[in-house]
Structures are given as C-alpha cells and as structure tokens.
C-alpha cells in the first residue's frame, strides 16, 4: 500500500504510546500543505504568499469514550503530552456507544492512482504573468472601468492516516486555479462580477483570456438593473449556483442529520425525490477530481455511489458512526480534519446531465428568472424550507432581458427537487457539478 514511510511511523509510533498507557484503540492523522500565490491589479502585483502548514490529529478511545487532540508542532516535545493529554480526557470523556474505529474488513487494502498530483509546482513568475493575463483580458471588454483584482494561485496537499487496526495510507494532490474580478459602469452604476478557472493538473487550467472575457462580460451585462415583481415563476439556476442545490440535498442525506432526526429527508428512503430520469452521482474515485480520495477519513476503501437513481433515493451518506446509529454500515464517507472525529461527507457529487440545452430548457418561459448568484444562507434543513436573496437576469419570451438584482427566491426543497429539470451542459470544475437547471413554480419576492 502506497504509504509515507516517514509520517506514517511517526504516527504508528503515537498509536503505541497511547494503547501503553491505557487506550484500547487509537488512529493518527497527518496534513501537510503547501500554499503559493500571487495577486495583481491594474498592472501591479499586489503581493505574493507562500504557507507550509503540518497539522497532526491523535483519536484515542478508551472502551466506549473518545477523545481527540490536534497540534501543528510535531517535535517530540510537543508530541510527548499530546499522547498522556488524549488519553486522559479520553478517560474522562462522556460514553458515546457509536464511536470506533472503522471495521477491518472495510479498510482500503490498496491504493489507486487517481491522477491527483502532477508533479509541478509553478514560480512566482509564472503566477504573476497569469494574473496579470486574465486581468489584461478582463479590462480589454468594452464597458469594464475598473479591477476588482486578479489571482493565481498553487496548493499542494498531503494526507497520511494510521490506525491501530494494522491500517496506514497516504495520498497527496495538486491545485492549480487562477481568477479575476472587474467593475463596469461608473460612479453610483457600478456592478462587478468574477470568473475563474481550477483543476487539478495546471495542464487542464483553461486558457486565461477566455476566462478573462468572460468574467469582463459578465459585468457589463449586469449593469442597469431592475427590480421584479413579487410572483411565482419558473427559476433557472445558472450553473456557478446550481451547484448549491445539489449541497443542499447532500446536507439532507448526512448520516449524521438522518440519525439525529434533524433533516428533511429522513423518512424519504426509496421514496421518488426527483422526478423520473434524475441521477444523482458520488464518486470519490474520479480521476483529477476536485474531491477524490483513495480512502475515507477512516481508512475505508471508496468507490462510487448512486444517491438518487430515476429520482428515486438509495442511500444515505455514512461514516462509521452514523452507520452504527441507523444500523447500516459505513459506505466510505467519512471526512475529517486533523481537530475533529469523522463525520460523513461527500466526494465528487454530481447531478448528471440532462437532454435538452439550455436553450431549449428556457425557450418555453414567457416571464421567469434567470438565477447568476445567491445571498445568504436562508435554508431550513430540518423543514427544507428555502429561501435566499438571488440576482440574475428576467427571462421574457425565452430569451434574458434586464439585470435583475434584489429579490428574494423561495420554496421548499422537496417541491423544488419535484420540479428539477436538468440541461445538457455538465462540466466538472469543483467538488460539487451541476447543469442548467431548471425549477418550476418558485416564488419570487421582489417589490
């Protein structure tokens, strides 16, 4: 099993110490990253950063107690009380009859090659030079009187877990991205907007003076904006925020909310959610993506999964502890960071594309609004439901009119997910992907 050997008997050597004097299990984690880059306006480069963090993370359980301890001094100094301090208040922690480790027979016993590094790592030169790229292409469109900035930035992270269960693995990843944000208009007429391109290779980053236009673009036509009307009209969710919906259903699937009794698809279990043809995806093993893993934060083996299959719900998202409290097993969900215990997450989520364009999906619309970006949080997850402050641009006769800026868009998820209709044009650039959408019958709250 591809491993660090150094990290990981470091780590191992922490698990030892903790079960001699009086843990009964113990797993360790190690986080390391590496972070640089550059910012640039009108012409200048504003600064450049550079961070290396390492951050360890001991879980110890003594019977049916646990407790977790985290530093970013690995010396042994620093790594001595961390072990007796674990311990102790693993001693005096309150029982929690679902804590421990993941089961054996569920441990990853190799490790595939994802495709998450690609071994560079870029100068300060060529960071800058790509800031100064897409931003110069950004103020070349006519109507763009002003940077907001640019950016290009380089991460590099690594992962290392043991467990005293006999696992130990470790994975790293690369990230390229670079971004840009301009103003159009003039004095009380401003309005700005942003694009960005990410990925995981720098040889898969787009071209910057596309994503420089685009981002120009965007600003210009959102000058002049109207307020609506208050009624109810078919929304169309642009991709940059159709992404949210699909979080929003994840949230409701947590094994960890599911247990609690605390969200609103608890009792949706192989129940039509979405309307026939809907796919929803989860799959940690993409190769290059934005959230892919070759292990959980348990050490359990991933593979992908389908959450929703013809609109109907299959699964839940589960850790360890979650499966435990539903009486299920853990299906390789399970995120952590270095400070905390695991809980259930997802990898690469994806709402899976649709069959007509987004053309055709708003041809039919004779008033509607077309969703660019979301504000606020305004979602109940215990209820589903829905409602957040939105701008965009009104759709008349099938076509995008006027800018649109402070309204408010409200539902409730369950309806919303009812009424979902996704386009044809998936691209995957986050961790979350989605189309086009489009949802009818929503309100919208305007004057």
Known sequence: MAQSPDRSELLQDLISRAKSIGADTADALMVESTSFGASFRLGKVEDIERSETQDLGLRVMVGKRQAVVSTTDVSARALDPLVERAVAMAKVAPEDPYCGLADPAQLAKSIPDLELDDGSEPNADTLIERARAVEEAALAVEGVTNSGGAGASF??????????????GHYGGTNHSFSCSVIAGEGTAMERDYDYSTARHMS?????????????????????????????????YDPRVSGGLVGHFAG????????????????????????????????????????????????????????????????????????????????GRAARGTGGTPSPSTTN??????????????????????????????????TGDYSRGASGFWIEDGKLTYAVSEVTVAGNLKDMFAHLTPANDLVFRMATNAPTVRIEGMTVAGT
Request: charged share 25%; net charge neutral; aromatic share 4%.
């Open 155 to 168: 991460g590099r992270a690594a992962i290392t877990l043991v467990t005293s269960d006999g696992f130990a």
């Open 204 to 236: 898969d980053l787009e071209d910057t003076g596309p994503v420089g236009t685009r981002a120009g673009e965007k600003a210009v036509n959102r000058l002049n904006p109207r307020k609506a009307k208050s009624c109810q009209v078919p929304i169309i």
């Open 252 to 331: 409701g699937i947590s094994g960890a909310a599911v247990a609690r009794g605390t969200s609103f698809l608890k009792d949706a279990m192989d129940t039509q959610i979405f309307a026939p043809g809907i796919r929803i995806t989860d799959d940690p093993l993409k190769r290059r993506g934005r959230g892919s893993k070759p292990f959980d934060g348990e050490g359990v083996a991933t593979g992908p999964l389908t959450l929703i299959d013809d609109g109907r719900l299959m699964t839940w998202l589960l850790d360890t502890s979650t499966a435990k409290q539903l009486g299920l097993v853990s299906n």
């Open 349 to 382: 989520l994806t709402l899976e594309a649709g069959t007509l364009s987004p053309e055709d999906l708003i041809a039919d619309i004779k008033s509607g609004f077309y969703v660019t970006e979301m504000i606020g949080m305004g979602v109940n997850g215990l």
